[in-house]
């Protein structure tokens, strides 16, 4: 495992709280400069307080192409270079398959999936203009295990990781890598209402929610202040993985529902080749 520390400047979305914030603070305590953007400006403008010219503050919604477009440019401008995009926007939404409507459904997809697309189509081009790059994305263990209630969320996740692992094929050609993180459960400000939408509920639901959501709050959850040295550990890599799980929740849990499709897949193989017709 090689690294290479030098100090970098990052694109940053979402940085108003969560994993955002601590890694754009964290970034810019190590001595990094960073483009920290948010929906709301009053949010983050601490940094500038704090950091001084180190720190660029952006407003910027991913779900706007052109505010994208513009916010991408003024960091490449501004700082000269990118050497990291980190996608991070992005929030849930709570509701069964049934309840949840066409409307919150779109809406989340443009935050989760589309948004952080528009950020990759829009940085591109900059990165190959300098020759190099890194692209990150903020997906959870949740983008290969779906549960109840918050299936929607979990699919946007499942998109997130497969358009990234398609752009990391197409992309090393230009010396652009590609990571994806995959955190666990954090104490983060992930369960607040800027982060939550809830669907109108069905009452036939009503008891299956409650037991879930109360299962939720019941997992333990790691400290994102515990974060930044591993995710650091990754963008200095000369070789980073394609995905790389935040904390010791997701790779146990992604090994047991693999084993499980596995069996699954394994017990069915003679009919599923029976469908091959040769």
């Not at 809406?107 to 589309?114: G, S």
């Not at 790389?244 to 394994?266: I, K, M, T």
Request: charged share 20%; aromatic share 10%; hydrophobic share 35%.
């Amino acid at each position: 495992m090689t690294t290479h520390k030098e100090n970098k400047i990052w694109f940053i979305t979402g940085t108003s709280r969560g994993f955002g914030r601590v890694w754009t603070e964290a970034a810019l305590q190590r001595g990094d400069k960073v483009a920290a953007t948010a929906r709301n400006l009053e949010s983050i403008a601490n940094f500038k307080e704090k950091y001084g010219d180190n720190v660029l503050i952006l407003q910027l919604d991913v779900t706007k192409p052109e505010q994208v477009k513009t916010a991408l440019e003024q960091a490449y401008n501004h700082f000269g270079k990118l050497d990291i995009v980190l996608n991070n926007a992005g929030y849930s939404l709570i509701g069964t398959i049934e309840e949840a409507n066409p409307d919150e459904i779109r809406l989340l997809y443009e935050t989760n999936v589309i948004g952080p697309v528009t950020v990759i189509q829009a940085a591109l081009p900059l990165l190959r203009k300098q020759g190099y790059g890194h692209i990150l994305g903020t997906s959870s263990n949740l983008g290969h295990i779906s549960y109840p209630v918050i299936g929607y969320y979990c699919s946007s996740k499942w998109a997130f990781e497969s358009i990234h692992e398609s752009l990391a094929a197409e992309v090393s050609q230009f010396n652009i890598k590609v990571t994806i993180i995959e955190p666990g459960a954090y104490a983060t400000e992930f369960g607040s209402q800027e982060s939550l939408k809830f669907s109108a509920g069905m009452e036939e639901y009503d008891d299956f929610k409650n037991q879930f959501i109360g299962g939720l709050r019941n997992l333990e959850r790691g400290n994102p202040d515990a974060t930044p040295n591993a995710l650091f550990k990754v963008v200095d890599n000369e070789n980073p993985p394609l995905r790389f799980f935040l904390g010791d929740q997701g790779l146990p849990s992604v090994r047991e529902a693999y084993n499980n499709r596995l069996a699954v897949w394994e017990e069915w193989e003679t009919i599923s080749n029976s469908a091959q017709g040769n």
